[in-house]
């Protein structure tokens, strides 16, 4: 293998070309990347680079003097032809591979309506991030609409810097799809004891103002007063430039256990693997059912094993790492390990929100698929311990 195409220029990206090269690599590496940004981490920009505590630069990622790569930046990837092995860049170029990382992540979601007046924004990257933190301005209303991670983390940056605050939610609570109700409850209680105002079992139908926002109208017919609107309505993966390449893409790029990417007739495509928000592949934790994560530590760890699988497909491993990830929320931070959104039956061990305590364990067909802490870190790490050893076991 003298030559090593990886689209996506972000985290996973970076990733896999670090382990590429610790793998003994030596041929030629070539990063293709949407955005004109060296690699740069994306949990800050909806936490301490929001809140002014953190500046832009202090995100970027650091990049080793002897990763000896070819960055192509501000292009990105328009086709892939598996046969002819090769990559078409939105300017006409073509890249010819040996091997192929697919790592292109995903994009923010969206909203349909026909009329989006200035002053409604998403949040996935950088110059979002910038845009964003411009208009957060002490007296002005802002709405997030969305009660993930996302969204609670930025209906919490902008009540930081002393904003009116509405958080429309779909759900009955927060994260409700994500980590279920007992954990939204939770994080409901620390919204609103921050003065955050809290819309439930609502969603956001469109907008009024022109050409600046003036309200969110919600879907029983209320209308809420904002100057700033953003949207936290999850992530579409970028696969666009996929079509007609015979790739499954429905809510990711198919992989198998080992992320090699799969043909629509379900034989792995030669030396092309997948790695971060992208992938979506069979988990142990989910019995077997193919699973996407938006999470860092995923993206981290599966570069190290999609890098294997392309270098050695001939001893090829599963990619059976535990899941984590984490939000900070009011002061808090939420830990959370396995696969919570797969479980049948939730366990609360530990519900105090005065004194910032919260335990609660996920299981499925009663065995421990996941859990979820705040306060007590060490309870995280336990709960991930015997995720692991049941994982090691079942190998």
């Known amino acids: 293998m003298r030559r090593v195409v990886i689209v996506g220029a972000s985290l996973a990206g970076l990733r896999t070309a670090q382990a590429l090269r610790a793998e003994g ?20 920009l909806s936490k301490r680079h929001l809140t002014g505590a ?39 170029r073509e890249l010819d591979y040996d091997g192929l990382v697919i790592a292109t992540g995903a994009a923010a979601r969206t909203h349909p309506a026909d009329h ?15 845009a964003l933190r411009t208009r957060l301005r002490t007296g002005r209303r802002i709405v997030v609409v969305g009660g993930g991670y996302l969204g609670s983390e930025i209906a919490g940056a902008a009540r930081g810097r002393g904003l009116d605050v509405t958080l429309v939610v779909s759900t009955a609570q927060p994260l409700a799809r994500l980590v279920a109700d007992e954990v939204g409850a939770y994080v409901a209680e620390l919204h609103r004891a921050a003065g955050i105002a809290l819309v439930t079992r609502r969603t956001a139908l469109g907008f009024t103002g022109n050409p600046a926002l003036t309200g969110v109208v919600l879907s029983d017919g209320d209308t809420v007063d904002a100057d700033l609107a953003v949207l936290a309505l999850g992530a579409e993966p970028n696969t666009g430039w996929l079509a007609g390449s015979g790739v499954p893409v429905a809510g990711g790029v198919a992989c198998d256990p080992c992320l090699r990417v799969l043909h629509e007739s379900g034989a792995p495509l030669p030396n092309v693997v997948a790695a971060g928000d992208i992938a979506r592949w069979p988990h142990p934790l989910a019995d077997g059912a193919p699973i996407a994560l938006g999470h860092w530590s995923n993206a981290a760890e599966q570069a190290a094993a999609a890098a294997r699988t392309l270098l050695h497909h001939d001893d090829a491993r599963p990619f059976t790492v535990v899941p984590s990830f984490w939000s900070d929320l009011h002061g808090s931070t939420l830990r959370a ?23 609660v364990t996920y299981h499925r067909a009663g065995r421990l698929v996941g ?25």
């Open 25 to 44: 690599f030596r041929g030629t590496l070539t990063l293709v990347g949407d955005e004109p940004h060296l690699p740069y981490d994306r949990p800050p």
């Open 54 to 92: 953190a500046r832009p630069e202090d995100a970027d990622l650091p990049i080793p003097p002897d990763l000896d790569a070819t960055w192509l930046l501000g292009t990105p990837a328009k086709a892939l032809d598996p046969v002819g092995r090769t990559v078409r860049l939105a300017d006409g």
């Open 116 to 130: 989006v007046p200035d002053g409604v924004l998403t949040l996935r990257g950088r110059d979002d991030a910038a």
């Open 337 to 359: 390990v396995g696969l919570p959104a797969h479980s049948d039956e939730r366990r609360v061990v530990r519900y105090d929100v005065f004194g910032r305590r919260l335990e």
């Open 371 to 395: 859990a979820v802490t705040v306060g007590g870190p060490g309870r995280i790490g336990a709960y991930r311990r015997i995720l692991t050893d049941e994982l090691l076991r079942a190998a």
